[in-house]
C-alpha cells in the first residue's frame, strides 16, 4: 500500500457525535449594589495550560490583573469588588491566590441570567477604585474525560487532548501551553508559536485580539504507553494500542476485527497479503476533526475514535483494500468502504448504530451537495464548520447510496472483478490475451468502465451522470457512448479476430479521437479482409495468417495502419491470381490451343497460388503474370506453328497425325502435358478457321 513518500491519506468518517469546542469560561456581569461599577473593567489575563498525564487531569492557572476604568462621577466614586467567572461543572481544586496570599472566592450553582444555571465562582479582590488594579491567579483541574463520554478532554499515560481558550480583553490576553517533550504533538484550530524548552513543547499565542473567537486543540501521543495486543487474521498481523484503563476498546476492536476481517476478504474478494502488518490505535483525534478513524495508508495505520461502533471499526478496516492504490477519487473509496462494512457487520450480525446502516437518496439540489467526483477531503474541520460538516455528510451519504446500487446492479462477483482489474491496473477493454496494463490512477471513468465491461452494469451511467461527475463532463459521456457504439461493432466484425491495442488502448484512456481513427482503419481493414475472403473462397484458396497477426498485434494507429497496407498488397497480389485464374479458365480458339501444346498453365497457376498462400505477394504476382503471358502468347505461337507445319510438313501432318516437334519454350521439365486433344490429328480437321464469335485467324484469349 504505501508507494514508499511520506504520503497522508485521511481518510475519515463524519461523526454522528457532537463535539464541544466553545468557549467554556465566561466572565460574568459583577452584581449592584449601584455603587458597585458596571462595565469599564479591564480584564489582562495570562491563561498556562499544563497536563498531569499520571494524575489524568488538565491544569489551568490564569493570572488576572483586574483595571478598573470607571470613572468618578456625579459623586459617584466606583469600584469593584468581585470577580465571578463560570467553571465547568467538573472542575477540581479550584483555588484563588492574590499577591499576599489566599483570595476568598464562593463556588457555587447559580443562575447565569440566561435561563439556565451554571458553577460560578465569584472571586472577592478587595475593592479597587478608578484605575486602581488587582492581580490574582485562579487555579483549577479538569479531569480527563472518561473514554466514549462528551466531555473531550483527555488525559491518560499515552494519550492527550484538550482544547485551550483566552480569558480576557482583546490584546491583553495570553496563552501557553506546556505539553511533556515526550509527547508526539499535534495542534489545530487559532494560530500559535510552538518551540521546545526544558524539556516541554510549549504552545503560545499572546496579545490575543480576539479571544471569543480564539482557541486552539491540542493532541498528543506517546505510543509507548499504549497497552498492546496483537491479533493474527489470516496471516496478517494487526497491533492493536489502545488507552491505558480503556482495555475494552483494544477488546472490542479485536473481536470485530478476528471476525470482521475475514468477512470482509470474502465479500472484497481480494487478498491483503501485500500488507506486512497493521496498527490500529485508539485515538480521539479523529472525532475532534468530525470524524470516526481514518486510515493512513503510508504507515499502514488506523487511527479510530474511541467510540465503538462495527461498522465504523469495519469501516477503516475496509479502507486496507479501498484506498488510493484501488481508486483515486475519495467518493468511490468512501462508499466502497460503507457498502461493504455494512455487508460484513450483517455477516458477524455486529453491533451498530442503524443510522450506518442507511444511505439516503441523494438530494443534488441541496446547498451541500458537491458532485461526488469533486469531493475532496476538506481543509477546515467539519467540527468547527457546519457548511464543511453538511458537504461531508452529503459526500459520505451519497457515494454510500450510490455505491449501494452499483453493487446492486453488477452483484458481488461482478464488483470482485471491478476491483481486482482496478488494483491490478488492467483495461477494462481486454482483448485476447492477458489484459494490458493502463495507468496506476484510477478515476470515476475507469471505474465506470470497468462497471461496464466486466461488471456488466446497466445502471452505472445513469448513475455517475444523476450523483457523480460535472455537468461540463457529460459531453465526455456522449463521446464515450458514441465510441463505444463503433467499437462493439467494430468487434462484432472482426469476430474471430481479437481487435488490437490500437483501439482498446484509447479507448482505455477515454481518447475517443484516437479511437475512431483507429476504428476506421480497422473498419478498413476488415473491408480489405472481406474482398480477400471473397476471392480466396471463389479460387479456393487460403489465406496466409500475417495479416490476423499484423492486425491483431498492432499496439498503435501506425502498426495498424501498416496492417492495413499489408492487406491492400494481399489483395492486389490476390487479384492478380484471380486474373490469371480466369485467363487459364477463359474458352481457348484454335491457335491459342495449338500455342498451348506442351504447355501447363493450370500448374503455372497452382504455382501462383502456392505463393500467394505462402504470403510471397510478389512471387504469386510474377507467377500469375507469367501464367497470362503465357496464355496471351500461345495464340501468336500457335499461328506460327501452324504455318510451320503446313510447309514443312503439312502433308504428313494432315494426313497422318504424325508427331509434332516440339520446341520447349519454357524451362520446366517433366510436367505432364495438358490434356489437349491434339495427340489426335483427326480431331484438327474438323476446327473451324474461324472460332464463333471471334475474329478472323483465332483470338489471342484473354
Ligand atoms: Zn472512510
Redesign the pocket.
Known amino acids: 500500500m504505501s508507494n514508499g513518500q511520506h504520503r497522508l491519506t485521511r481518510?475519515?468518517?463524519v461523526t454522528r457525535l457532537g463535539v464541544v469546542i466553545g468557549v467554556v469560561l465566561t466572565v460574568l456581569p459583577l452584581r449592584p449594589p449601584a455603587a458597585l461599577a458596571e462595565g469599564d473593567l479591564q480584564i489582562a489575563a495570562e491563561a498556562v495550560y499544563t497536563i498531569d498525564p499520571d494524575a489524568g487531569h488538565l491544569q489551568i492557572s490564569v493570572h488576572y490583573t483586574l483595571t478598573n476604568r470607571k470613572p468618578n462621577s456625579g459623586g459617584y466614586r466606583y469600584y469593584y469588588n468581585t470577580f465571578a467567572l463560570v467553571l465547568p461543572d467538573n472542575a477540581v481544586e479550584v483555588t484563588a491566590r492574590g499577591p499576599n496570599g489566599a483570595l476568598y472566592f464562593s463556588d457555587q450553582v447559580e443562575d447565569l441570567g440566561d435561563g439556565s444555571e451554571g458553577r460560578v465562582v465569584t472571586v472577592s479582590t478587595g475593592s479597587f477604585f478608578y484605575n486602581q488594579s488587582r492581580d490574582f491567579t485562579l487555579s483549577f483541574a479538569l479531569p480527563s474525560g472518561p473514554p466514549r463520554s462528551d466531555d473531550t478532554t483527555r488525559i491518560n499515560l499515552a494519550y492527550t487532548s484538550f482544547a485551550a481558550f483566552a480569558w480576557g480583553d482583546p490584546g491583553l490576553s495570553d496563552v501557553e501551553v506546556r505539553v511533556p517533550g515526550d509527547f508526539v504533538v499535534d495542534s489545530y484550530g487559532s494560530e500559535v508559536r510552538q518551540r521546545r524548552l526544558d524539556g516541554e513543547i510549549i504552545f503560545t499565542g499572546t496579545a490575543i485580539d480576539d479571544p471569543d473567537e480564539w482557541y486552539i486543540i491540542i493532541t498528543g501521543r506517546r505510543d509507548d504507553h499504549l497497552v498492546s495486543q496483537t491479533v493474527e487474521v489470516g496471516g496478517l498481523l494487526v497491533e492493536i494500542l489502545s488507552w491505558p484503563g480503556d482495555e475494552d476498546w483494544g477488546d472490542r476492536v479485536a473481536a470485530v476485527l478476528e471476525r470482521g476481517v475475514p468477512e470482509l476478504r470474502v465479500l472484497v474478494g481480494l487478498d491483503y497479503e501485500h500488507l506486512p502488518s497493521l496498527r490500529v490505535i485508539e485515538s480521539i483525534d479523529p472525532a475532534l476533526r468530525g470524524y470516526a478513524g481514518?486510515?493512513i495508508a503510508s504507515e499502514n495505520l488506523i487511527e479510530m475514535s474511541e467510540h465503538l461502533d462495527d461498522h465504523v471499526i469495519l469501516?477503516?478496516l475496509s479502507?486496507l483494500w479501498f484506498n488510493r492504490d484501488l481508486f483515486v477519487e475519495r467518493w468511490i473509496?468512501?462508499g466502497l468502504?460503507d457498502t461493504y462494512a455494512d455487508r460484513a457487520v450483517d455477516e458477524i450480525d455486529g453491533d451498530t448504530d442503524p443510522v450506518y446502516g442507511t444511505a439516503t437518496q441523494p438530494v443534488s439540489s441541496l446547498e451541500s451537495a458537491v458532485r461526488l467526483n469533486q469531493w475532496r477531503t476538506p481543509t477546515i474541520s467539519p467540527a468547527v464548520d457546519e457548511a464543511v460538516a453538511a458537504r461531508e455528510s452529503y459526500g459520505y451519504n451519497a457515494s454510500y447510496w450510490v455505491m449501494r446500487a452499483l453493487l446492486r446492479d453488477v452483484g458481488e462477483e461482478g464488483m470482485t472483478r471491478v476491483l481486482e482489474a482496478a488494483l491490478a491496473n488492467v483495461t477494462a477493454y481486454a482483448g485476447e490475451g492477458d489484459p494490458e496494463t493502463v495507468s496506476e490512477a484510477d478515476d470515476w471513468r475507469r471505474f465506470l468502465d470497468l462497471l461496464a465491461e466486466l461488471g456488466g452494469s446497466e445502471d452505472a451511467e445513469r448513475l455517475f451522470r444523476d450523483h457523480v461527475i460535472a455537468d461540463a463532463q457529460k459531453v465526455l459521456l456522449n463521446d464515450r457512448a458514441a465510441a463505444r457504439e463503433r467499437y462493439f461493432a467494430h468487434v462484432d466484425t472482426a469476430a474471430d479476430w481479437a481487435t488490437p491495442w490500437s483501439i482498446r488502448g484509447p479507448m482505455s484512456e477515454w481518447k475517443f479521437a484516437d479511437a475512431t481513427l483507429a476504428i476506421d482503419t480497422g473498419d478498413s481493414l476488415l473491408v480489405v479482409r472481406g474482398d480477400l475472403r471473397g476471392v480466396a473462397e471463389t479460387l479456393g484458396l487460403s489465406l496466409p495468417p500475417s495479416l490476423e497477426a499484423g492486425y491483431e498485434v498492432a499496439g498503435d494507429q501506425a502498426a495498424l495502419e501498416s496492417a492495413l497496407q499489408l492487406g491492400q498488397a494481399q489483395l492486389d497480389s490476390l487479384t492478380t491470381v484471380e486474373m490469371a485464374r480466369n485467363a487459364v479458365d477463359a474458352p481457348r480458339g484454335f491457335f491459342t490451343k495449338i500455342g498451348l501444346i506442351g504447355e501447363n498453365p493450370e500448374v503455372e497457376w497452382t504455382e501462383a497460388s502456392d505463393r500467394f498462400e505462402a504470403d510471397d505477394r510478389e512471387g504469386a504476382v510474377v507467377e500469375a503474370n507469367d501464367v497470362m503471358t503465357l496464355i496471351a502468347g500461345a495464340s501468336d505461337v500457335g499461328q506460327m506453328r501452324v504455318v510451320w507445319a503446313s510447309s514443312a510438313f503439312g502433308g504428313l501432318v494432315l494426313a497422318g497425325g504424325g508427331t509434332w516437334f516440339l520446341i520447349r519454350r519454357r524451362r520446366r521439365p517433366a510436367v505432364p502435358a495438358e490434356s489437349g486433344d491434339f495427340g489426335d490429328g483427326m480431331e484438327l480437321i474438323g476446327e473451324p478457321a474461324v472460332e464463333p464469335g471471334g475474329s478472323p485467324r483465332g483470338e489471342i484469349d484473354s
Do not use: Q
Open positions: 481518510t475519515g468518517r481514518w486510515y469501516h477503516e479502507h473509496n468512501e468502504a
